[in-house]
């Protein structure tokens, strides 16, 4: 089956800190990989994407690889504001198929 | 190009009252997916429309609930004789064709008391 594991939070960090939010996953064949950020009050937003293997999606700072090798697909940013404070889902979706898995969610916040 | 609308935002129910949540998909996107979020949880695939036709319902709950999308007019979700345990948020998407990217609506918090 599909499935996506995310580390649990909340994270809390400083402005300016190291972000590291892991996701691993379960899938057959190779589906596309994604990372949502969810404002306070707001939908999702697509923040990045990767559709195969060793692709790397970026987007406002944040990076992410998809290793098929450790099945996972790890958000990065090097250095995060207050702005980035919100919630991560992790998602994966195969090719032509109606529907995304979603992790359980990151709550991040970043302190001044 | 507007984006996903939803409506209501906020929708407070009592326990065996209905629940109409409607979502108005982006222009010339035809593809609509709703999810459920339960609290403290990640996203649930409820169900997928096109235009007229529910092509995947495999994340719908059995009873009471149902899912449209007319030719005319936006997608609506029903939850019939509502129970506490539907409070939740529940977030639409739509895509211009049965694709990986799906774009979000602000979901509707139903709170049913």
């Known amino acids: 089956g599909n499935s996506v594991t995310q580390m649990e939070g909340p994270v809390t960090l400083s402005e300016e800190a190291f972000l590291t939010i892991n996701c691993t996953y379960t899938?057959?064949?190779?589906?596309?990989l994604f990372w949502y950020v969810q404002y306070p009050g707001e939908g999702l937003q697509l923040l990045l994407k990767a559709t195969k293997a060793d692709d790397k999606g970026s987007n406002k700072g944040f990076e992410a690889t998809y290793r098929k090798e450790t099945t996972s697909f790890h958000l990065e940013k090097g250095s995060v504001q207050v702005s980035d404070s919100a919630v991560y889902f992790c998602?994966?979706?195969?090719?032509?198929?109606?529907?995304?898995?979603f992790g359980t969610g990151t709550r991040l916040t970043v302190i001044p | 190009n507007a984006g996903v609308m939803q409506n209501p935002r906020h929708l407070v129910r009592r326990r065996g009252q209905e629940a109409r949540l409607r979502c108005s998909p982006m222009?010339?996107?035809?593809?609509v997916y709703w999810y459920r979020q339960l609290p403290e949880e990640g996203l649930k695939f409820m169900v997928y429309l096109q235009k007229e036709n529910i092509i995947d319902e495999s994340g719908m709950p059995k009873e009471r609930f149902s899912a449209e999308f007319p030719k005319e007019g936006p997608s609506i979700l029903r939850i019939q004789q509502v129970v506490r345990g539907d409070s939740a948020a529940y977030f639409c998407?739509?895509?211009?064709?049965?694709?990986?990217?799906?774009?979000f609506g602000p979901g509707t918090r139903l709170t049913v008391l």
């Open positions: 998602a994966l979706s195969h090719p032509g198929a109606n529907n995304l898995f």
């Open positions: 899938a057959t064949g190779y589906p596309s």
């Open positions: 222009k010339g996107h035809s593809h």
């Open positions: 998407a739509s895509s211009p064709w049965n694709d990986n990217e799906q774009f």
